[in-house]
């Protein structure tokens, strides 16, 4: 029951109606993964445009593509030069020397939550690396987001966060995080996080 | 509200050639009646049912636009990297570089043998768009399916209307998937007051493919459900209406309570998903449009009427000319990929603020024969507060509206960069924005209407 006054609706705590289907879209296994978006977007995209976009400094490109990954969903961005890394990554960082890692904010962990729901951070991230990768190569850089999974190890590095003693996920201070990574030949230097937000506002967040 | 018929003229073909051809469906029972789509539009003749083929996309595809036109839709590439990527397939260096793309050519998944049983359709509406708005939309409704609504075939996912027409009568179709889930994203406000330029289009185009994506996990979901959920086969504007998402403006744009017109209105979901369907809404767009008329003003095509609402295809509403809107593109691709400038000026479209708030709730608390003087009163404070068309200077990414269209300079501070096309870092001052064309410039080429 909420109380109406004129246009106002003002709902009393906890007295919404509950939700009798959230819990299985948030935790049921899908019978079919085909139907999970995240598979449709395992694509390795396409080729590396011939022709080069003229690019600002490296300073800036990284600023540029933070900029893009914040306003297509990612929380924190962090550029990180492989061969600065430990261990180094030798045999990758010759054809991709950067990585840009995201991180994607989750209310849910979706390494045990495997329902559509639990899973979307998880396709909101794959999104978004699919999109910045593909960005990169339109722009005539290689780039790609196929990559075996050590997204913490070059989040620590890029100075996103601090791995936690099982070194297998990194601390954030509300819920857990997806983390994300696209590997690309443009020429960017490392970028720590700042907190500054896209230099354009979002006047207004979504209420779920 | 005097209505007037619109006829075509003899040897104009392609200005005045409908969209629609072939004889109107018949419909009896429950679909006798036409569907309630609010004030703005009104079913008030036999509506024949649009061919997907005959859609604007569609029919340049098959170069009946013109070689230039077709030119422009299938062979260009845009000037602009970030437009390649979330803008049409035919315009990447790759079209597997765009996210569509990938997720057009992934296989679907099946329906869910074991179907949820559903005892509440309300509770069921209210999960619905629930999880709508947690995979990424910022409106949703639904509406009951009505023939009217429907396409005869189907559009494919990247509105080529290909993949053939499906083969059941539409009053079948509606009684077998009877409610269509209307889910969409909205476009940045700040970016998109960069119409007319590639900050505007990064907005719009990056809103649509998240859309995409919102309708295929959507689409998931509901057959995770074990129902069925059917991609292109509604007319978007039309179940929005009949769903209450919003109302149909003169700029031909669905004007949303919180939005206003900056949202995607493209496909939809059609389901046998037992669901309860809402109502039209009534925000005071007919009788804001009635006096405004701002987007038309500012068209930079004059593809919006400033007259009265018009019966065409047995449907009565403001009617737009899609073919010179249309047409502007091959001369303005260098600065931009969609124009936009009539959702940018629309009164509706601000910073979803208290007092945006305020106002809508004014006007629609305002009994209808008093509201012609709110509105006049709105307009006047608009006018006076916002003026008649913001020419912000906006930078993003790299991108500035500030510099001068055809002009090329770097703006950014600390960049140094060698730039081979203009050299180095060219100084910007003002916060002007510019943004190609200007009205006068197209003035010359396409003739207002007669008001």
Same mark, same amino acid.
């Given at each position: 029951m909420a109380l109406r006054l004129g246009p106002l609706r003002i709902s009393w705590p906890g007295s919404e109606p509950k939700d009798p289907y959230w819990d299985a879209f948030i935790n049921r296994p899908v019978?079919?993964?085909?139907?999970?978006?995240q598979e449709a977007l395992r694509s390795p995209g396409g080729a590396v445009n011939p022709t080069r976009t003229d690019l600002h400094s490296p300073e800036i490109t990284s600023d540029h593509l933070k900029q893009l990954a914040t306003f297509l969903g990612a929380e924190l961005v962090g550029v990180v030069r &492989?061969?600065?890394?430990?261990?180094?990554d030798v045999a990758d960082s010759e054809s991709y020397p950067f990585a840009v890692v995201c991180a994607v904010p989750s209310d849910y962990d979706p390494r045990t939550a495997l329902g559509i729901g639990g899973q979307v951070a998880v396709r909101n991230g794959r999104f978004l690396t699919f999109t910045l990768a593909a960005y990169i190569r339109e722009m005539g850089y290689r780039a790609t987001?196929? &990559?075996?999974?050590?997204e913490q190890r070059l989040a620590a590095a890029a100075g996103l966060g601090t791995l936690d003693a099982r070194e297998d996920s990194l601390p954030r201070s509300a819920g857990p995080a997806c983390m994300w990574q696209t590997r690309s030949s443009t020429p960017t230097c490392r970028w720590r996080p700042t907190g500054k937000r896209s230099?354009?506002?979002?006047d207004e967040r979504r209420q779920t | 509200m005097a209505a007037t018929t619109e006829r075509p003229t003899p040897g104009d073909r392609l200005l005045t050639e409908p969209l629609t051809q072939g004889e109107p469906g018949k419909w009896d029972g429950e679909f006798a009646a036409p569907p309630d789509?609010?004030?703005?539009?009104?079913?008030v003749g036999p509506v024949i049912n649009v061919k997907?083929?005959?859609?604007p996309h569609p029919r340049n595809q098959r170069g009946e636009l013109g070689p230039v036109m077709m030119s422009h839709y299938r062979n260009r590439l845009s000037a602009d990297p970030l437009a390649r990527v979330t803008?049409?397939?035919?315009?990447?260096?790759?079209?597997?570089?765009?996210p569509t793309d990938a997720l057009n050519r992934a296989p679907k998944g099946d329906i869910n043998p074991v179907r949820v049983a559903v005892d509440d359709p309300e509770a069921m509406s209210r999960h619905i768009k629930r999880v709508a708005q947690y995979l990424g939309a910022d409106v949703v409704g639904i509406a009951r399916a009505h023939?009217?609504?429907?396409?005869q075939g189907r559009v494919s996912e990247d509105g080529?209307?290909?993949?053939?027409?499906?083969?059941?009568?539409l009053d079948e179709l509606c009684r077998k998937y009877p409610y269509i889930i209307v889910a969409t994203t909205a476009w940045d406000y700040d970016m998109i007051?960069?119409?007319?330029?590639h900050i505007g289009d990064a907005a719009y185009h990056t809103s649509q493919q998240k859309a995409n994506v919102l309708l295929r996990s959507l689409e998931g979901y509901i057959k995770e459900l074990g129902y069925t959920a059917l991609r292109g086969m509604v007319n978007g504007q039309a179940a929005a209406l009949a769903a209450g998402v919003g109302e149909l403006g003169r700029n031909g744009l669905i004007i949303t309570e919180k939005y206003g017109a900056r949202v995607n209105m493209s496909q939809t979901l059609m389901t046998d998903l037992p669901l309860a369907p809402g109502k039209p809404i009534d925000l005071g767009v007919e009788d804001y449009c009635k006096v405004c008329r701002k987007c038309a003003n500012t068209c930079p095509t004059n593809?919006?009427?400033?007259?009265d609402k018009v019966v065409y295809n047995g449907i009565e509403k403001y009617k737009i000319n899609w073919l010179t809107c249309y047409r502007l593109r091959p001369f303005t691709h260098e600065y931009w990929e969609d124009c936009l400038t009539c959702v940018a000026v629309?009164?509706?479209?601000?910073?979803?603020t208290w007092w945006r708030t305020l106002a809508i709730k004014s006007l629609q608390t305002t009994p209808i024969p008093a509201r012609g003087l709110v509105v006049r009163a709105l307009k006047a404070f608009d006018d006076r507060?916002?003026?008649?068309?913001k020419q912000n200077r906006v930078r993003w990414m790299g991108y500035d509206?500030?510099?001068?269209?055809?002009e090329q300079a770097c703006?950014?501070?600390?960049c140094t960069a060698?730039?081979?096309?203009?050299g180095q870092a060219g100084k910007v001052a003002g916060e002007v924005g510019y943004y190609f064309p200007l009205k006068e410039n197209t003035n010359r080429f396409v003739k207002r209407d007669k008001v």
């Open positions: 019978s079919d993964p085909r139907n999970l978006t &492989l061969k600065d890394t430990e261990p180094q987001n196929q &990559l075996p999974g050590d230099s354009v506002r979002r | 789509l609010g004030r703005t539009v009104h079913i997907p083929s005959d859609t803008g049409g397939a035919n315009h990447a260096a790759d079209r597997r570089n765009v023939p009217t609504m429907l396409t080529t209307a290909e993949g053939g027409a499906e083969p059941e009568p007051q960069a119409h007319r330029h593809s919006i009427s400033f007259g629309c009164p509706y479209t601000k910073p979803n507060v916002w003026g008649v068309v509206s500030g510099i001068k269209p055809g703006t950014i501070e600390g060698d730039h081979e096309d203009h």
